[in-house]
């Protein structure tokens, strides 16, 4: 009974960090006209809390292995459902921008200690389930997005559906607190013992694993609504279809690892997923164009949760801290890489071939995978 109350528990801190996601990404356009601004302006309002990305990076790394997982991810919990709601009230530009540099640092303060306890309960299992966990990161998304499209249809104001969210979430997690597992004890070495041999590919895969993610999100949408020239009901349509794909195929991650192993459900899944992505870019009809992102989305499912595996399992090393080098990896590859060289290669090649990037990236997740073996950790 106690391991399915720590899973039940960590299970619901992923809900509580991506719920709000949706919701917020639903109602963007409602806070964006809430504060009166632009274009111009609204992008440099999401791009400035970056700096919250790397003061809770680096709080993080220090932090990990030295304090409590249970104490950090149920601190970081909770002000999440207190900062959200309190940024969608906000009447400024300025706020706005406070408000998500704030949300970006307590996000990455909860992301580690909340993988390591997820590995935690998946080493009393004894076999996988990171992809479970990370269907509920995935379900909670869709959830929000759905609550917030409700919401917006019912002429709630943002402020109330986020209060009304939180209030739930918050209540489910102050009954589910006790039941997170206690991390292993054992003194945290010096942060320079984390960059050895064995760790450094698996932040290098965080890192292409962060980029092609990343740019999955950014571009799908634009790829398919102007490059391929479907339009923007099509583009967002591809958007929600590629991301509940990835969802769904989550749920079957588990039981590949299972049977495969971590090292060759990895080749497997990134061979499929580079193939099947190459393949639609060359063919660059818009039905082609949605069905890449579908299949890169579905062979990328097995990457993240194989990799917080490995990384939660290093020989030395307590989950927390082989969890933070994986995050180290994750946040450049998806933050500044991402954004940045697709959107250079695209005003010089054009998006359709400055996305081959993507294909190259997957191409060496699939060369590095053997190098997952022999870290320390289950390979099953």
Do not use: K
């Not at 993080?60 to 292995?65: D, F, K, S, W």
């Not at 390591?116 to 379900?139: H, N, T």
């Not at 090649?349 to 995978?369: E, N, T």
Request: positive net charge; contains cysteine; aromatic residues 6%.
């Amino acid at each position: 009974m106690q391991p399915v109350r720590a899973r039940v528990a960590v299970s619901l801190l992923y809900v509580i960090m991506s719920m709000p996601i949706g919701g917020w990404a639903a109602r963007v356009p409602e806070i964006r006209r809430q504060v009166g601004a632009d274009d111009a302006l609204w992008g440099l309002a999401n791009t400035l809390p970056s700096v919250g990305n790397v003061v809770g990076l680096c709080a993080i790394m220090l932090l990990a292995g030295r304090v409590s997982d249970r104490l950090l991810a149920v601190a970081g919990a909770a002000l999440v459902l207190l900062t959200v709601p309190l940024l969608a009230t906000s009447g400024s530009l300025a706020g706005v921008v406070l408000g998500l540099t704030t949300w970006a640092l307590v996000a990455h303060i909860m992301d580690v200690p909340l993988g390591a306890l997820a590995i935690e309960v998946q080493r009393r299992y004894g076999r996988p389930l990171m992809g479970g966990f990370d269907a509920c990161f995935g379900a909670g998304t869709l959830a929000g997005g759905l609550t917030g499209t409700l919401a917006a249809a019912l002429d709630v104001p943002p402020w109330a559906q986020f209060a009304f969210s939180s209030a739930l979430l918050a209540t489910a997690l102050t009954v589910t607190a006790r039941w997170l597992p206690r991390e292993p004890g054992g003194r945290a070495g010096r942060l320079r013992g984390r960059f050895n041999r064995r760790v450094l590919p698996v932040t290098a895969m965080a890192f292409l694993s962060g980029y092609v993610a990343e740019s999955a999100i950014l571009w799908n949408a634009v790829y398919v609504s102007d490059t391929a020239g479907a339009g923007p009901v099509a583009g967002g349509l591809s958007y929600t279809v590629a991301a509940t794909a990835g969802t769904v195929a989550l749920l079957a991650v588990d039981r590949l690892t299972a049977r495969l192993g971590i090292v060759r459900t990895v080749r497997a899944c990134t061979s499929f997923a580079a193939a099947g992505f190459g393949l639609c870019l060359l063919i660059g009809t818009p039905a082609a164009a949605v069905a890449g992102f579908v299949l890169l989305a579905v062979g990328m499912a097995a990457v993240n949760p194989s990799l917080y595996t490995v990384a939660g399992n290093q020989r030395g090393l307590s989950p927390s801290e082989g969890v933070s080098m994986l995050e180290l990896g994750q946040m450049p590859g998806a933050s500044i890489a991402a954004p940045a060289l697709i959107g250079a290669l695209s005003g010089l090649i054009g998006l359709r071939l400055a996305l081959v990037s993507v294909v190259v990236a997957v191409l060496l997740l699939c060369l590095l995978a053997g190098r997952l073996r022999g870290t320390g950790g289950p390979e099953w």
